[in-house]
C-alpha cells in the first residue's frame, strides 16, 4: 500500500508539472498596450489617490478645439492632486488607440519635478518633452481626429518613486520608450479621457 500510495503522489506531482508548462506554452502574446499591462506599471494591490483633472474639459467631455489642429495647438490645462508623499517625479502622456490598433502619441513629457501638480495652457519650461508619433518632433502634435465619429484620447498622468533613467535623447523618447524606462517606478497614475469630433469631417 506504501508503494501505492508513493506511486500515485509521484504521478500526480508529474501530472500538474505537464500541466504548468502546457500551460506557459499556451500563453497568448502579452500586449504591452493593454489594460492588464498599464495596471502592472501600477502599484500591486493599492487603491489609486492620485486624481487628474483639467479646468477646460471634465473626464468623457469633448475636448475644445483650441486644444486641437482645428484651433490654436494649444496644451490642455492639467491638474493633479493625491499623489503618493513618496512622489519624487511626474510624467504625462497623451495617446490614442484608433480601430487598427496601432497606438498614437501626441505629447510625452516627463522629468516633472515633484512639486509641481498642474501644467498651465501651452506650458512650456516645465518638464522634458519626448516626441509625438505624428510629426516625430519634441513638442505637442495637436489631434485633427481624421474620419468620421467621435475619437477617444487619453491623458495620463504618473506618479514616479525616481525620475526615469533614459539613455537616448529626448527625440527619441517615445510612449513606448517612457512606458520601458518607467517599469517599477510607477507609484500611483491617473487617466482623464476626452473625445473630439471634427467640426467638418466631409474637408480632409
Not at 501530472?15 to 508548462?21: D, K, Q, W
Not at 478645439?65 to 512622489?87: H, M, N, V
Not at 505624428?134 to 481626429?145: F, R, V
Amino acid at each position: 500500500m506504501r508503494r501505492i500510495g508513493i506511486f500515485l503522489a509521484a504521478t500526480f506531482i508529474a501530472v500538474l508539472s505537464l500541466l504548468v508548462i502546457l500551460q506557459g506554452q499556451t500563453r497568448p502574446p502579452r500586449n504591452e498596450d493593454s489594460p492588464e499591462r498599464m495596471k502592472e506599471l501600477a502599484v500591486s494591490g493599492a487603491g489609486k489617490t492620485i486624481v487628474l483633472r483639467s479646468p477646460e474639459v471634465a473626464d468623457g467631455g469633448q475636448l475644445p478645439k483650441d486644444y486641437t489642429g482645428d484651433g490654436t495647438a494649444s496644451t490642455l490645462p492639467l491638474e493633479w492632486r493625491g499623489a503618493p508623499k513618496e512622489t519624487r517625479s511626474f510624467a504625462v502622456i497623451m495617446h490614442h488607440i484608433p480601430k487598427g490598433g496601432e497606438v498614437k502619441w501626441y505629447w510625452v513629457l516627463y522629468n516633472i519635478p515633484a512639486e509641481v501638480t498642474s501644467l498651465p495652457k501651452n506650458v512650456k519650461g516645465v518638464g522634458t518633452l519626448g516626441n509625438n508619433s505624428i510629426n516625430g518632433k519634441t513638442e505637442y502634435a495637436p489631434p485633427h481626429s481624421k474620419g468620421p465619429g467621435p475619437k477617444l484620447y487619453t491623458y495620463t498622468v504618473y506618479a514616479l518613486s525616481a525620475p526615469p533613467k533614459i539613455a537616448v535623447s529626448p527625440y527619441e523618447v517615445s510612449r513606448k520608450v517612457l512606458l520601458d524606462a518607467m517599469k517599477g517606478l510607477v507609484l500611483d497614475s491617473a487617466e482623464l479621457r476626452v473625445i473630439y469630433t471634427r467640426p467638418d469631417e466631409g474637408r480632409k
